[in-house]
């Protein structure tokens, strides 16, 4: 009688397969989370670098000038003495004086000329009920002075207005209004605006003021 031999266990392939599975579904997580780090490195890296360049770049965009300021820096958006314009800006103030209609508008004075106007000098003894803004006010000796854009104002006696004087000696002011010229009397500069010379000065802290002088000519 033939006796069967036992069989060998059957490996199960379903098992096998699933092994399988696992080590290659591991293997692709494993990849992916490399991958994922290093473009996590590569973006931050790159913020970095950005972040240096924007940081050299605002300091070069913002360093400071060197360059003195001129005379009229402060009014260098107003009109110099004898432009000429077509109309003068809303909320002008029309002051007639002596028969002629002045237009008084954020400190400047303009004269009329045919159909247009004319940035002038303002004439002496006129008067304003409120002073531009901006105005300075300064002291020679004992007496108050207001000044704005080359012109002179005192407060007018037993008035509440303000009349328009002449430059005083020894006034020191911060800015003069586009206009003025430049000349040497002897060897020394002036600045020269409505027939009043002004002696440049610098301080301690290298600001600049212009002192009122005598003609230097006489």
């Known amino acids: 009688?033939?006796?069967?031999?036992?069989?060998?266990?059957?490996?199960?392939?379903?098992?096998?397969?699933?092994?399988?599975?696992?080590?290659?579904?591991?293997?692709?997580?494993?990849?992916?989370?490399?991958?994922?780090?290093?473009?996590?490195?590569?973006?931050?890296?790159?913020?970095?670098?950005?972040?240096?360049?924007?940081?050299?770049?605002?300091?070069?965009?913002?360093?400071?000038?060197?360059?003195?300021?001129?005379?009229?820096?402060?009014?260098?958006?107003?009109?110099?003495?004898?432009?000429v314009v077509r109309k003068v800006g809303v909320g002008f103030t029309g002051i007639p004086f002596r028969g002629v209609h002045f237009r008084f508008h954020r400190g400047v004075w303009y004269k009329p000329r045919g159909k247009r106007f004319v940035v002038i000098a303002a004439p002496l003894s006129i008067r304003v009920r409120v002073l531009p803004i901006g105005y300075k006010k300064i002291r020679v000796g004992a007496r108050p002075y207001y000044y704005y854009y080359g012109t002179y104002y005192q407060k007018a006696e037993n008035s509440d207005e303000y009349e328009v004087v002449a430059a005083p000696v020894n006034a020191e002011v911060d800015a003069l209004p586009k206009g003025y010229k430049i000349v040497k009397v002897r060897g020394l500069e002036y600045y020269k605006l409505d027939n009043v010379y002004y002696e440049p000065k610098i301080t301690d802290n290298d600001e600049r003021f212009y002192v009122v002088v005598n003609d230097p000519t006489k």
């Open 1 to 83: 009688m033939l006796i069967p031999k036992p069989r060998e266990p059957i490996k199960n392939n379903k098992y096998k397969h699933m092994k399988s599975r696992t080590k290659i579904f591991t293997a692709l997580a494993a990849i992916l989370i490399c991958f994922s780090f290093t473009n996590n490195a590569i973006a931050q890296h790159k913020k970095y670098k950005v972040k240096q360049h924007v940081k050299k770049h605002h300091k070069r965009h913002f360093r400071p000038s060197q360059a003195k300021p001129v005379a009229h820096y402060k009014y260098s958006y107003r009109g110099k003495r004898g432009k």
